[in-house]
């Protein structure tokens, strides 16, 4: 089935430490599904490489294989994410106590009816009282 794709999910796929059964079964799906990122999930996860970098986990010089290795995948970005963070994502995340970029995960899961994959606690706690399912692991 496809699914929404949390930032915390991909980036435990490129960190070792981080990966539980759940999120190889997510990647592993991939083979047969869709997964589906707000449009600013290309820069959450340049983020995360950027302080993995500075925190001495990750090498600059390994940036281009994480990602090429994440374009691989059947990861499409929606397209009208962006024009929805004034309205509907703001509310939830008012609505949730999240923040205006993980309630940018929970708006697409909810206007797609897909689930919601993440191993944010808050997250997965706002996508299950929005009637989603939120596997991950969370």
């Known amino acids: 089935m496809p699914f929404v794709l949390d930032c915390s999910v991909a980036m435990a796929w ?54 090429a290795s994440l374009e691989a995948l059947p990861i499409e970005i929606d397209p009208v994410s962006t024009s929805r963070v004034w309205g509907p994502a703001l509310s939830l995340a008012g609505e949730h106590s999240l923040s205006v970029y993980d309630a940018m995960y929970l708006e697409l899961a909810l206007r797609m009816r897909l689930p919601l994959a993440t191993l944010d606690r808050a997250l997965a706690a706002a996508a299950q009282a929005s009637g989603l399912d939120a596997p991950g692991g969370a």
């Open 14 to 67: 490129a960190f070792s430490d981080e990966a539980t059964e759940a999120t190889a079964r997510l990647r592993d799906s991939l083979v047969d599904d869709l997964a589906f990122v707000p449009s600013l999930w290309p820069v959450e996860v340049g983020s995360v490489l950027l302080a993995a970098t500075k925190r001495g986990r990750l090498r600059a010089d390994e940036w281009p294989a994480v990602c």
